[in-house]
């Protein structure tokens, strides 16, 4: 048996998974190759908005861009309570490990997705750690769960002070800056929906520009079709987990436990994600058509 709030975090956690699964499934059904190339396109501009917006976290608060800094300052997000990782070892220059058990791998497996959940792994990683570090972040994924055969990910992760310009080198490690003291910092733990929020409107985002720039309107049209889908697939999760845990659901439980509350419209994250009227689309074809699903059961 699992918390409530561990529920939550899961519930969160495979909202954003499917909403990427239900998109690129409806982009890849609809236009075959040129489909798959927007889902490729949208996937790493996903990458390089997650990783520029650590960045900006990091620099406001004067910390170093490295890979220990990364994965250990200011993470955006909270762990799964099914996720299961051997660290092989992390430095400023190096990350080595291992996901043996990825709950994002295991729910697009059981909807049929590992294909798309494999060009996930292919495009998003790169785009995020590699834009993170001002695209010095070298990146080696010699397996991932989403390809059939491998039992584990593991990702081979490394960042070389040589490799940079010597202006690079001094906002990554602290030897090549003479004088830097790390800074005394405090953090607050994260809010799983607003940590999942943001990266789940993220992805919706990168999608949708994507789908605009290489399909036109048709397949700006088809990701924001695709979003009732992800609001049946939502709902259908939130139900499963709650009769998994002995849970009753009603309407205010759906709300609980929908990342946005039935209502993504005042979100900050909309501030910069203003173009191709995403934030209308968004509230109508996801929010309003979830909380319908849960007003009519």
């Known amino acids: 048996m699992y918390t409530t709030n561990e529920i939550k975090i899961m519930n969160f956690g495979d909202t954003f998974s499917m909403m990427y699964g239900c998109i690129c499934k409806r982009l890849m059904e609809e236009f075959a190759l040129e489909g798959e190339r927007a889902v490729r396109c949208g996937t790493r501009y996903y990458g390089r908005y997650r990783g520029l917006a650590e960045q900006r976290v990091h620099l406001e608060h004067g910390l170093k861009i490295n890979l220990e800094n990364l994965f250990t300052r200011f993470y955006d997000l909270p762990t799964d309570p099914r996720f299961r990782r051997e660290l092989q070892w992390i430095n400023p220059q190096e990350r080595v490990s291992h996901s043996l058990v990825c709950p994002m791998a295991d729910i697009w497996k059981e909807y049929g997705l590992q294909e798309i959940g494999r060009i996930y792994c292919e495009e998003f990683h790169p785009a995020c750690y590699g834009s993170y570090a001002f695209d010095q972040t070298y990146v080696y994924l010699g397996r991932t769960l989403t390809q059939e055969g491998d039992g584990y990910c593991e990702f081979n ?102 990342l946005f509350g039935f209502s993504a419209w005042d979100h900050p994250r909309w501030e910069e994600l203003d173009g191709y009227d995403a934030r209308a689309q968004f509230e109508t074809r996801y929010c309003k058509t979830l909380r319908w699903l849960f007003e009519e059961k």
Do not use: Q
């Not at 889908?229 to 259908?236: K, S």
């Open 157 to 258: 992760l490394l960042l070389r002070p040589e490799n940079m310009p010597e202006e690079l080198r001094k906002k990554c490690f602290a030897e090549y800056d003479p004088g830097y003291v790390e800074p005394e910092l405090h953090e607050e733990p994260v809010d799983p929906r607003y940590g999942f929020g943001n990266i789940t409107l993220y992805v919706y985002y990168g999608l949708l520009k994507a789908a605009d720039e290489l399909l036109g309107p048709k397949g700006a049209a088809c990701v924001n079709a695709a979003l009732e889908d992800a609001a049946a697939t939502t709902a259908e999760i939130i139900r499963r987990h709650a009769g998994e845990n002995g849970v009753k659901v009603d309407l205010a439980y759906g709300e609980e436990n929908s």
